[in-house]
């Protein structure tokens, strides 16, 4: 049984900058288990289909449904408790994945696996992160604690990205893999060093357990309204079909798959400031409506991108799709920066009082839910047009653009979406406070 410190015995500063150095890769490690270096994986080594990833994709973010039953559970456990088991768990995923052969790998293996990692990193980790970053800090220094935490976490994913893209050629083999996941492993054992001398956080409140707690913020919470909707919509920033797209559908090789990510990852980091600032001066709604009309504009560049397998290296085409992925990339991230900027100013001002926990993972259930059915029916989508052949893109203006069915209905289907974020966007009242009233919301794991 661990005792709880009282205040006094806590060292806030300490554990501040305990948080920090155990973050240095966790932004890496869901796009390792479960995001694009995932996808890249199981297209390049273990050779799945597109239906085959899009199951993957779909399917192991479910098991953080598993969490809500055990809220209460969680929410008594020591904090850097439940975060050191969860880094503990992950390194165990990441050594069965580098001992494995690749050949047993099949998707009824992988898919565990995956979804183990899910638990560890959302039963877990982030289900105690805020809470965590909120009884380390004072109200006054914690924003520019998390703005800290995230500066730290970005640049150390920027450099681990750029390590990739030096690293793997065409195709990424299964050594290249391997040496990407004893990376991984050194900054897990890192967050080990790190949490392992923490205390429980001070001046816990346990409020009572009720089978009813969940119904409650259904009914009452603002957050189950028109903020709930814009998280649905922003979600599709992180839609996976677009990876398994440009992977399957474009033949892209992953050195330029590497490229997109580490553009991306820097235009969001590039941009956080500009965001924050536009934020702070004319509040979350204009910046929801700016990142949202911009979007607009930014996936029509897809018509730019060419089938890599239908063109040569080192052509004009193939720098032309280079520089169409690098921009989309870029812009990609600097507005998934603008969405996640106001998306925290904008929950943080419908948090209430004696909600927040329940409210937030609730919100991460339903967005979890809709983008895993988004992500069945794009994968069903694409298996079912590739078996119909039009999916192979067709050059356009002697190969300036280039276009299939799925592109069409893909940037059709976002745009949609996008219009309707933007609709909400502009409905949000200006007499809703503008300004973040309580912590921050979203985790960097």
């Known amino acids: 049984m661990i005792a709880t410190p009282t205040s006094q015995e806590f060292d806030m500063a300490d554990a501040q900058t305990r948080i920090v150095r155990a973050s240095y890769l966790g932004m890496i490690l869901k796009d390792m288990m479960v995001g694009g270096m995932m996808i890249m994986f199981a297209t390049h080594v273990l050779g799945y289909t597109s239906g085959q990833t899009s199951i993957l994709t779909a399917l192991a ?34 050594l069965l994945l580098i001992v494995i052969p690749p050949e047993m790998l099949t998707l009824w293996v992988l898919l565990p696996i995956a979804s183990a990692f899910v638990i560890s990193n959302e039963f877990l980790l982030n289900a105690v992160f805020i ?13 520019a604690f998390l703005g800290r935490l995230r500066s730290t976490t970005q640049t150390f994913g920027l450099i681990y990205n750029l390590g990739i893209l030096f690293v793997v050629g065409d195709i990424l083999e299964h050594g290249e893999h391997r040496v990407l996941l004893l990376i991984a492993l050194a900054g897990l054992a890192n967050a080990l060093f790190w949490l392992a001398p923490l205390k429980d956080t001070p001046e816990r409140e346990f409020p009572a357990r009720s089978g ?37 559908g474009l033949n892209m090789p992953a050195y330029i798959m590497s490229l997109f990510i580490v553009l991306r990852s820097f235009g969001a980091i590039s941009a956080v400031r500009f965001w924050g600032r536009q934020a702070d001066r004319k509040g979350f709604r204009t910046t929801f409506i700016y990142s949202f009309g911009w979007a607009l504009a930014l996936y029509p560049i897809l018509f730019f991108i060419p089938d890599f397998a239908q063109i040569a290296d080192n052509s004009v085409a193939f720098y032309g799709g280079v520089i169409a992925v690098s921009v989309f990339a870029f812009f990609m991230g600097v507005l998934t920066a603008g969405q996640n900027v106001a998306n925290t100013l904008y929950f943080t001002a419908h948090l209430k009082e004696g909600q927040g926990f329940y409210a937030l993972n609730l919100l991460t259930a339903l967005t979890t839910v809709f983008l895993s059915a988004l992500t069945a029916l794009g994968g069903l989508a694409l298996v079912k047009l590739e078996g119909a052949g039009l999916v192979t893109a067709q050059p356009l203006l002697g190969g300036l653009l280039w276009s299939d069915t799925f592109r069409i209905l893909l940037i059709a289907f976002l745009s949609i979406l996008l219009l309707i974020g933007l609709y909400l966007s502009a409905q949000i009242s200006l007499k809703t406070p503008q300004s973040p009233v309580s912590p921050a919301v979203g985790g960097t794991n």
């Open 61 to 94: 973010p479910l098991i953080l449904l598993a969490r809500y039953p055990f809220l209460d559970v969680v929410n008594r456990l020591p904090r850097f408790n439940v975060m050191f088991w969860g880094r503990m768990i992950q390194i165990v995923l990441i």
């Open 131 to 143: 809470p965590a970053v909120s009884e380390v800090t004072n109200p006054d220094e914690r924003g």
């Open 212 to 248: 009813r707690t969940i119904m409650n913020v259904l009914r009452t919470s603002p957050l189950m309204r028109r903020p709930l909707a814009v998280s649905l919509i922003k979600s599709l920033w992180e839609w996976p079909i677009l990876i398994i797209y440009l992977l399957n």
